[in-house]
């Protein structure tokens, strides 16, 4: 699975931004997708997650009742929606394929396939 994130740019403060996540090969559906973010000089941070069925959604505390996240298996796609943005949001945003449990969403070391990055400014 090779996975393209898009949809990064320079916001205001408060704004929002809609990013894309496009996978192509096989078995789409059958993986979970998880966001995380990589800030400068900071260690790379869980974002948000759902699960292989769309069922299941998970926001880390920073950015739950802010980001939502949703699906296209049709389309092979992933789309976080992030609104009311912060300059604390800002961030290189990555996308990542995998089968984590419950338990292990929020690792980064449940998700086999990872996306090159799409970079999020938030200026105030």
């Known amino acids: 699975v090779q996975l393209q994130a898009s949809g990064g740019g320079l916001v205001q403060a408060g704004g929002s931004l809609r990013l894309s996540c496009a996978a192509s090969?096989?078995?789409?559906?059958?993986?979970?997708m998880g966001w995380f973010r990589q800030a400068p000089g900071k260690e790379r941070e869980f974002v948000a997650a759902?699960?292989?069925?769309?069922?299941?959604?998970y926001f880390s505390d920073s950015v739950k009742g802010r980001f939502t996240i949703s699906r296209d298996d049709a389309k092979n796609a992933v789309y976080p929606q992030l609104n009311s943005l912060k300059p604390e949001d800002t961030a290189v945003y990555y996308c990542?394929?995998?089968?984590?449990?419950?338990?292990?969403?929020?690792?980064?070391?449940?998700?086999?396939?990872w996306g090159q990055g799409t970079l999020v400014t938030v200026s105030s």
């Open positions: 990542a394929a995998g089968r984590p449990i419950t338990s292990t969403v929020r690792d980064q070391n449940s998700y086999y396939y």
């Open positions: 759902i699960r292989w069925s769309g069922g299941q959604r």
């Open positions: 090969g096989h078995g789409f559906s059958s993986y979970g």
